[in-house]
């Protein structure tokens, strides 16, 4: 069954440490897609990367990068020098190819704080 | 462009009423979804729709009803609000299937019902 874990219900680090929010998937299907979105306090979810089963070379993104880990079913997603506008809810999720519904599953996310 | 809009930011319903929410899009996109968040149960699908005049069960359909008469458009209706349905809804859009592409989520709907 298609599933997603966010084990880290929240996360408080100070600011400028690095942290890294896990999300750990289930799925039947070997074609499939995993995203990461973002919901700051003011709500709105804000997608984030997208990646396909096929390509598991690790993105970076300025401060934010990702580790997708097949033999693991893990995609992880790494802050570098966290700043306090970090501070958000973050969703991981995943979508299954072959037996594709053109619907996604959501993680239950990580809330992370970061102080000041 | 405004992207997605959502309509009411903020409802209070007494159980029994109804209300409908409204979702609209300027970006052409074909698909549109509606979620629901509660706490501790991240994004759970509701209904969802691949294009105009077409809608689908997600997750959590029961009590609600959606239409897409217009591509632009979604909406969720309450027929008869149920405190269980306390949440905040999210209406997200996407150019290819969501299952694919970059999901574009509108601000919220605050609904609760007493």
New interface residues.
């Given amino acids: 069954a298609q599933k997603v874990t966010q084990a880290q219900?929240e996360i408080s680090v100070v600011e400028k440490e690095d942290v890294t929010l896990d999300c750990v998937y289930e799925t039947r299907d070997t074609t499939y897609?995993l995203f990461w979105?973002k919901q700051p306090p003011?709500?709105?979810?804000?997608?984030l990367i997208?990646r396909n089963s096929f390509d598991e070379q690790n993105e970076i993104s300025g401060r934010y990068s990702w580790n997708f880990q097949k033999s693991t079913s893990s995609f992880n997603f790494t802050i570098t020098a966290s700043q306090v506008v970090d501070s958000a809810v973050y969703?991981c999720a995943l979508?299954?190819?072959l037996y594709?519904?053109?619907?996604?599953?959501?993680?239950?996310?990580t809330r992370l704080h970061i102080l000041p | 462009n405004a992207g997605v809009t959502q309509t009411p930011k903020f409802r209070v319903l007494k159980t029994g009423q109804s209300m409908t929410l409204l979702c609209a899009q300027d970006m052409n996109h074909e698909?549109m979804y509606w979620y629901r968040q509660d706490p501790?149960?991240?994004?759970?699908?509701i209904h969802?729709s691949?294009g105009e005049g077409t809608t689908?069960k997600?997750?959590v359909p029961d009590g609600y009803n959606v239409s897409r008469l217009k591509k632009q458009n979604f909406l969720l209706g309450l027929e008869s609000a149920a405190p269980s349905q306390t949440s905040?809804y999210?209406c997200?859009s996407s150019l290819l299937?969501?299952?694919?592409?970059?999901?574009?989520?509108?601000?919220?709907t605050r609904l609760t019902v007493l």
């Fill in positions: 219900t897609y979105y003011s709500g709105e979810l804000v997608f997208r969703f979508s299954e190819a594709r519904d053109d619907k996604i599953i959501f993680g239950k996310g | 698909y501790g149960m991240g994004l759970r699908l969802y691949v689908a997600g997750e905040v999210f997200a299937s969501g299952s694919m592409d970059e999901q574009f989520f509108g601000p919220g």
